[in-house]
């Protein structure tokens, strides 16, 4: 049963991201350009490799998440 929860709330959380990406998408506009960055582009090739924005994603899913394990206790 806690699974089916889960999977639900992650659902809700993904349709979330979802609208807001759609309908704010300049509040992510900063994904992919940070310092650390890697971009290659040439002719016929484009490569990102968002290093220092994943770290910085993770780090803020990590707040989040420990954030909410602290709520619920």
Do not use: C
């Amino acid at each position: 049963m806690e699974v089916g929860k889960a999977l639900l709330f992650l659902g809700v959380l993904l349709v979330l991201l979802g609208l807001v990406l759609l309908y704010f998408p300049k509040l992510f506009s900063w994904f992919g350009h940070l310092p650390g960055d890697i971009r290659i582009e040439r002719e016929g090739l484009r490569v990102y490799i968002p290093l220092t924005s994943a770290l910085v994603l993770s780090l803020l899913l990590t707040l989040l998440w420990n954030l909410l394990g602290l709520l619920r206790r």
